[in-house]
C-alpha cells in the first residue's frame, strides 16, 4: 500500500463555468492508491461537478487534470473509465427495468463470437454478476430480475461491484450513503474500506461527518465553489471537521441521527466488529459526547 | 439485504421458479395471449374463410406490411423515441422510385437504391434534429410528417402533373425486382406474400438484436434512463441515430414492396401507418416512455392487427368497426403493460 506514493489523480486549479454560474473556482485536489478522500461541502459547493469533471461527463473550463502524472482530456465518460476511473453516481446510473447483469455490464458488455455473429454472453454476465456481488456479500437469487427490485444499498452495491469489477484504480462515490437506512450505509461503507484495502484511491462525498470520519483518510472541504483545503485525520478533529461542514446551530439536527446511530451500533454489538464498525462506534460516541457537551452549555 | 448462503437445494428450486416467472414477466406475453384469443374468435365466427390456407395467406399480407414497420419502430420506441414521419416515408421513397423509372429512365433497382439512400438520409436528419434541438421526437417527427408529405406530393405533381405513377411493370428492372419484393412463395398450392418472410426475417433479426448483443443492451439502455447509459459509456446519440435511420429502411423496405406488388406509385400512401405501427408495438407489450419492450410483440401486434382486419371482413362485418377496435385494443394494450410491468418489478424472490 503506497499512501505516500504519487496521486493517482490530481487536478489543480479547475474552474467550471455554466454560463455565467461559477460552479467551481480554482479547486486543487489529489488522490493517492490505498486512500480515501473525503469530498465534503454544503449543497451546491460544487462537489458533484468536481467529480464529474473527473469522471469526464463534464470538461473544465480552466485547469490542469493528471492521472497518474500525465495531463489528460476526456471527452467522455468512456475515455475516464478507460483510465481506470469508475463513477458512482448520486442520481444512481442503474436501469430500473433492466436486469441486474445487464446494467452492470451496461457500456461494456462482454461478447463471444465474431464479426456478425458478435453476440452478448449473457450467461457469462449473469455468472459474473452474481459472483461478483456474492464478494460483497449480497446473494442475488436471479441475475436477470429487474433492478428496480432491489433496495437503495443493494443498487449501490451493483454500482461498486461493477467499478471494482472492471478494473477501476480510481473509485469515485457520490453520495453512496445519502438514501440509505443505517444498516446499509454501514455496509457501504464497509465497500468503500474494501476498496481502500484493494489499493484503490476513493473519492467519497457524503454529508455525514460521522460517515466521513468512519473510513475517511483526508478530507476536501469545498465551499462555493472553492477549497478550504485538504486536512489529514489528524489535523482535523471531528470536532472541527462538523462545524465547518455545517454550521454549529445545526448540530442539534443531528441528534435524532445520531441515536439511530446508537441503536444500530447495538445491533451490530452481537457479530464480530471489523475495523470500520469500531471507527464508526467511536466516531459515534464522540459525536455524541460532541453534542451532551453542547446541550449542556 | 439477504447475505444467507444458498443450498444446493434452494439454488435448484429457484431454477423452476424463475423459468416461470421469467415467461409471466415477458413484455410480449400479453400480446402473445391476445393473439391466440383473436384467432380463436375469428376461427368460430367466420370458420370457412379465416381457417382456410388462402384466408391465412391474406391476414399474414397485411400483417406483414405493417409489421415490417411495427418491428422497426419497436426498436425505437424501446430507445425511448417515436417516428411519425414513417408513414410520410413510405409514400416518399416509392415516389422517388416511380419518378426516376417513369420520367428519367432509371432501372427500377436503382431507383430504389436512390430511394433507399434518400429514406436513410431523412432518419438520420430526423436522429440529428431530435438530438441538437432536445426537442420530443414526437414534435419532430410530427414535422417531417407533415413536410415530407408536402415536398412528395408537390414535386410528384410538378414532375409528372399528377399524384400517381402506374404501369411501373413497363420499365426496366422490373422482373428482377418483382422476385425480391414482390413474388409469392407457394405452401400447399397457395401464394403466400414474401412479405410475410421480410416481415419475420426482420422480427428475427430485430430480437437477436435485443437480446443477445451489445447494442441490443445499449438500446435498452438509451431508453430506460439516457444520462445513466451515457455515463457508463453508451454512445446513447448514436444509438438513437441508427434506430431512427432503421425505422426510415423499414418504410422504403414497405414502399418498395408495395410499389412492386401493386406497380405504381401513390404519393398518399403509407397514411396512418405511423400510427398503426405504434399501436401494434405498444400492443406488444412496449413501453410508451422506453427502456422496456420486445420485437417479437411488434410482430405479434401486427399480427393481431392483420387478423382482426381480414377476419372482419370474413366475417362480414363493415370496415368501419376496424377502428373502433383498434383502438380499444390500445387502451387495453397499455393497461395490461402496465399490469405486466409491475410484476416483472415485482418478480424478486
Ligand atoms: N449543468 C449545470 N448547469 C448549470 N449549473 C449547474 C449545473 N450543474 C451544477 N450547476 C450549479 O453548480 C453549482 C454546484 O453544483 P453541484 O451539483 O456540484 O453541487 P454539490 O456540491 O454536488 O451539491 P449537493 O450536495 O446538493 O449534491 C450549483 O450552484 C449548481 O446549481
Ligand atoms: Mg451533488
Known amino acids: 500500500m503506497s499512501k505516500n506514493g504519487n496521486p493517482i489523480i490530481e487536478v489543480r486549479n479547475i474552474t467550471k463555468y455554466f454560463g455565467s454560474v461559477i460552479a467551481l473556482n480554482g479547486v486543487s485536489m489529489a488522490v493517492r492508491s490505498g ?6 461541502g454544503d449543497n451546491g459547493a460544487g462537489k458533484s461537478t468536481l467529480i464529474k469533471t473527473l469522471a469526464g461527463v463534464h470538461q473544465q473550463s480552466e485547469g490542469e487534470y493528471f492521472v497518474e502524472g500525465q495531463e489528460v482530456h476526456f ?83 451493483v454500482a461498486i461491484a461493477r467499478a471494482v469489477y472492471f478494473g477501476a484504480k480510481v473509485l469515485i462515490l457520490d453520495e453512496p450513503t445519502a438514501a440509505l437506512g443505517v444498516k446499509q450505509a454501514g455496509t457501504v461503507l464497509r465497500y468503500i474500506a474494501q476498496a481502500r484495502a484493494r489499493n484503490l484511491g476513493v473519492i467519497f462525498i457524503t454529508h455525514n461527518p460521522h460517515h466521513a470520519y468512519a473510513v475517511g483518510d483526508k478530507f476536501t472541504i469545498l465551499k462555493r465553489g472553492r477549497t478550504f483545503g485538504t486536512f489529514t485525520k489528524d489535523e482535523l478533529s471531528r470536532e472541527e471537521m462538523v462545524r465547518m461542514m455545517s454550521g454549529a446551530d445545526e448540530l442539534d439536527a443531528l441528534s435524532h441521527e445520531l441515536q439511530e446511530f446508537e441503536h444500530a451500533d447495538k445491533l451490530h454489538g452481537e457479530g464480530k466488529m471489523s475495523e470500520v464498525d469500531h471507527a464508526l462506534a467511536a466516531s459515534l460516541e464522540e459525536g455524541e459526547s460532541l453534542l451532551n457537551s453542547k446541550k449542556e452549555q | 439485504m439477504a447475505t444467507t448462503t444458498v443450498t444446493q437445494e434452494g439454488d435448484e428450486r429457484l431454477v423452476e421458479a424463475s423459468l416461470l416467472k421469467r415467461l409471466l414477466s415477458r413484455p410480449e406475453l400479453g400480446a402473445a395471449a391476445g393473439a391466440i384469443l383473436v384467432w380463436l374468435i375469428f376461427a368460430i365466427v367466420a370458420p370457412t374463410g379465416f381457417l382456410s390456407l388462402r384466408g391465412t395467406a391474406s391476414y399474414l399480407e397485411v400483417s406483414a406490411q405493417l409489421g415490417i414497420l411495427a418491428v422497426a419502430v419497436s426498436l425505437l420506441m424501446i430507445a425511448g423515441e417515436f417516428d411519425l414521419s414513417i408513414g410520410s416515408l413510405v409514400g416518399f421513397a ?59 406530393i408537390g414535386t410528384t405533381r410538378l414532375i409528372t402533373g399528377r399524384t400517381q405513377i402506374g404501369g411501373l411493370d413497363d420499365y426496366a428492372g422490373y422482373d428482377f425486382m418483382r422476385v425480391i419484393f414482390a413474388s409469392d ?48 459509456g453508451v454512445p446513447v446519440d448514436k444509438v438513437k441515430t441508427g434506430l431512427f435511420m432503421t425505422t426510415a429502411f423499414a418504410a422504403w423496405l414497405l414502399a418498395t414492396i408495395q410499389v412492386i406488388t401493386v406497380k405504381s406509385a401513390d404519393t398518399l400512401r403509407g397514411e396512418q401507418q405511423e400510427f398503426f405501427a405504434i399501436i401494434a408495438v405498444v400492443i406488444g407489450g412496449t413501453l410508451l416512455t422506453g427502456g422496456y419492450g420486445s420485437a417479437i410483440g411488434a410482430v405479434l401486434g401486427a399480427l393481431i392487427f392483420g387478423m382482426v382486419k381480414q377476419g372482419l371482413v370474413f366475417a362480414g362485418v363493415d370496415a368501419d368497426w376496424f377502428y373502433v377496435f383498434m383502438g380499444a385494443m390500445l387502451v387495453i394494450a397499455v393497461l395490461v403493460n402496465n399490469y405486466i410491468r409491475r410484476r416483472a418489478e415485482a418478480a424478486r424472490k
Open chain 1, 35 to 40: 486512500e480515501v478522500m473525503c469530498l465534503l
Open chain 1, 75 to 157: 471527452d467522455s465518460p468512456r475515455d475516464a473509465l478507460d483510465h481506470g476511473i469508475a463513477t458512482v453516481y448520486q442520481d444512481l446510473a442503474m436501469i430500473p427495468l433492466m436486469s441486474i447483469s445487464r446494467n452492470f455490464f451496461l457500456g461494456s458488455e462482454p461478447t463471444k463470437g465474431s464479426g456478425l455473429f458478435k453476440r452478448f454472453d449473457v450467461k457469462f454476465a449473469d455468472r459474473v454478476a452474481k459472483a461478483e456481488m456474492a464478494k460483497m456479500g449480497i446473494d442475488i437469487r436471479d441475475p436477470s430480475q429487474p433492478v428496480g427490485t432491489l433496495s437503495g444499498g443493494e443498487r449501490q452495491s
Open chain 2, 94 to 152: 416509392g415516389a422517388t422510385t416511380a419518378i426516376l423509372a417513369s420520367q428519367y429512365g432509371v432501372p427500377l433497382y436503382l431507383g430504389a437504391i436512390v430511394a433507399l439512400v434518400l429514406s436513410l438520409a431523412v432518419g438520420f436528419l430526423n436522429g440529428y434534429m431530435v438530438i441538437k434541438t432536445k426537442l420530443p421526437s414526437f414534435i419532430i417527427t410530427l414535422g417531417s410528417l407533415f413536410i415530407i408529405r408536402g415536398l412528395t
Open chain 2, 185 to 232: 412463395i407457394p405452401i400447399a398450392g397457395v401464394g403466400f406474400s414474401i412479405s410475410i418472410f421480410w416481415w419475420l426475417l426482420l422480427g428475427g433479426i430485430a430480437t437477436w438484436v435485443l437480446l443477445r448483443t451489445q447494442i441490443g443492451n445499449w438500446i435498452f439502455g438509451s431508453g430506460g434512463a439516457p444520462q445513466a447509459a451515457r455515463q457508463v
